[in-house]
């Protein structure tokens, strides 16, 4: 993990921790767990897309909700084939990541790589470096907000706390978006010799093989454009906002931090474990399990539930603030973050320093 790199694994202050995960075999990767759970929701996504075609349109938008949820759920099994969490091989977690990400949701694996895995995981909840916290026209950060325009400083203290989910439809069509003009730049921002990688050229090739089975072979077997287009846009607007839930109560509301100098107590303050039951737990593809995510990002999602008890004793022992809250709680501690995100200073995370909740501050005011 990035978290180790280049550091003696013996003296890391995480040594202790990652032993007692390995003695518990819980860093195994379960190649045949990976693939069965990817493949029972393949066959449930195709058997829900083929429902809509034979249902009438009322039904169809009633089925359309639970369709986005099983839809979102795949596309997060790419996620752990990008962080190499799913499979024990490199060709398996690639496997799984091209055929997940650009075939069936259309995003790019090398943009989520370098958004998410380098810069969101390298630095989670910093300003100026992490991506999830900087998107226009919202504020996570009070240092941003100074730094805004008046036309957006007004948005953001009056309206994105009330916007902020009607605009999360829109998530999932601009990361594609996103990743389209990744690789459609990368070309030109890489060495000579990196320009045209096979993973370049994978990614390319099947996000435009994505958009063939989902825009043109449905008009051309007899299907309207309208209906799917239509189907397609709402789809994936629902599936943003999915998602939209899933990172959001992770991390927001959580400090956000202006300098630290402690990589692992950043993974783990500036997180949350979110507390499901079995059924909650599969949707969210080991994400309710943030913070031991954040720690051991190649850990497994099927091992998180065992590895969480000892992540929260190795955070408790040294004074780390381990939070846990039902995913209700926090969506709602998450929205209401947004709304005083504007007055929300960073926070810099030392060795000595203790870290204060931001809605506690707020509480207090």
Known sequence: EHIFRGQNMAGH????????????????RPTMKSWTKVIILFIVVFALYSAHIYLPLKFGLILIPITALFSTTLAMTGHEGVHSSACRSKAGNLSMAAIVFPLFAGLSM???????????HGNPNVVHVDPDIHSWPFTFSQEEYNTSGPIRRFFQRHLQGWTFWPISLLVG????????????????????????TKIWML??????????LWLVVPI??????????????????LVGTCLTAIFIVGHAGRPIITEYDQNWRLQIETARRIKFGPIGSFFFVGLDYQIEHHLLPTLSHFNLPKAAPLVKEYAEERGWHYQELGFFRA?????????YAWKTPSLVLSENGELIDPLEVEAQN
């Open 13 to 28: 202050p995480l040594a202790s921790l990652r032993k007692q995960l390995k003695e518990a075999n819980l860093l195994d």
């Open 331 to 339: 969506l709602w501690e998450a929205t209401v973050s947004l709304h």
């Open 220 to 237: 051309l077997l007899g299907l309207s454009w309208q209906v799917t287009v239509g189907f397609y846009v709402l789809l994936w607007g």
């Open 173 to 196: 069509h601009l990361m594609r978006f996103d990743g389209l003009k990744y690789i459609a730049t990368k070309p030109f921002k890489s060495k000579k010799n990196k320009r045209f």
């Open 203 to 212: 990614d390319t090739i099947l996000i435009l093989v994505h958009f063939s």
């Open 110 to 120: 090398e943009y989520w790589r370098d958004k998410h895995n380098v810069k969101h």
